[in-house]
């Protein structure tokens, strides 16, 4: 089992979040408990860390292996979270 945490800027997104979003992107989040390597993850390109899709939504996401802790760093719309 991992342990899954959210950084604090992506805590604040989410408090700033409808609910339906911000239910959906935890439960999203927290599924990878299990095995995050099964899920809609991918690794970012030009930079180090994985993204997780969740509808029009990206959480960016740092992944120890040795730990096997995942944390959520940043969310946001498709357009703007990679910038």
Do not use: C, N, T
């Amino acid at each position: 089992m991992w342990a899954v945490r959210f950084h604090p800027r992506a805590e604040k997104r989410l408090s700033r979040m409808g609910s339906e979003d911000r239910e959906r992107i935890v439960r999203a989040v927290h599924a990878l408990r299990q095995d995050p390597f099964a899920h809609d993850i991918a690794p970012l390109r030009g930079r180090s860390g994985w993204r997780l899709r969740v509808g029009g939504w990206r959480v960016l996401l740092h992944v120890d292996k040795a730990a096997r802790v995942i944390m959520a760093m940043e969310i946001g719309p498709r357009g703007d979270v990679y910038k």
